[in-house]
């Protein structure tokens, strides 16, 4: 079973995501002028996952990493419904459950994709350190 500590705190990480959308939102930030700095913010989040999941030496790293992708979803999913509900234009993902399943998916594929990364890593760090 992977760390809960662990996979919580790299989970909360994918809360930037919507804490940066809100605060271009409010600086006026055009949509397309946003599309840049969504990339770079998961390409970070991703490099954050794989670098701490492989310098801890995670007993699972694809495990964590998949668990770790799925709670950022969740994580992600609660923020927003919880943003909409007192923001102007309703409950926009209350009304689409499959909002909700697709924003945990797509997070469980990254997770999964960087937890193999991670695990490649992991094994072959462990292949240089065994042999003499």
């Not at 705190?9 to 809100?22: A, K, R, V």
């Not at 409010?26 to 701490?52: D, E, F, H, Y």
């Not at 927003?80 to 909700?100: D, E, M, N, R, Y």
Request: glycine letters at 10%.
């Amino acid at each position: 079973m992977p760390d809960i500590r662990l996979v919580a705190g790299l989970g909360s990480l994918t809360l930037l995501y919507p804490i940066l959308n809100i605060a271009t939102d409010l600086l006026g930030v055009q949509a397309l002028a946003r599309l840049p700095l969504n990339s770079w913010l998961w390409l970070a989040i991703a490099l954050t996952w794989i670098l701490v999941v492989s310098l801890t030496r995670a007993a699972q790293p694809l495990l964590t990493l998949v668990f770790t992708g799925v709670a950022g979803g969740l994580f992600t999913a609660v923020l927003v419904i919880g943003i909409q509900l007192f923001t102007p234009g309703g409950p926009g993902l209350l009304t689409a459950p499959i909002a909700i399943v697709s924003i945990v998916a797509m997070n469980a594929v990254g997770g999964t994709v960087c937890g193999l990364i991670a695990w490649g890593l992991q094994s072959a760090t462990a292949k240089r350190r065994s042999t003499p």
